[in-house]
Nanobody
């Protein structure tokens, strides 16, 4: 079993910043990649940013230059630093991790954390 726990969401004014954290735990052998997705009300879930265990990152176009994904050296925790937040960034943010545990491959999701950008 692999558990994913997110934290750091909340209410922030436009132009403000938030930092999300995501911790993976359980019977993990290794993680190949971790990412942040978001789902706004009435919309489909979309990839925000992803980081590989090599350190390679990729971002959705609308957050480039504003958001930064990073990880710890053990590839068990990832962070999403969100700056210059806009109302359209409002969504539930989900963390995803993929890799192998002691039974095979896994792809796990957290419960999500709400980010609301509003004045």
């Amino acid at each position: 079993q692999v558990q994913i726990v997110e934290s750091g969401g909340g209410l922030v004014q436009p132009g403000g910043s938030l930092r999300l954290s995501c911790a993976a735990s359980g019977s993990i052998k290794w993680i190949t990649d971790m990412g942040w997705y978001r789902q706004a009300a009435g919309k489909e879930r979309e990839l925000v940013a992803r980081i590989l265990n090599t350190g390679t990152t990729n971002y959705m176009t609308s957050v480039k230059g504003r958001f930064t994904i990073s990880r710890d050296s053990a590839m068990r925790t990832v962070y999403l630093q969100m700056n210059s937040l806009k109302p359209e960034d409002t969504a539930v943010y989900y963390c995803n991790a993929n890799g192998r545990d002691f039974t095979g491959s896994f792809g796990s999701w957290g419960q999500g954390t709400q980010v609301t950008v509003s004045s």
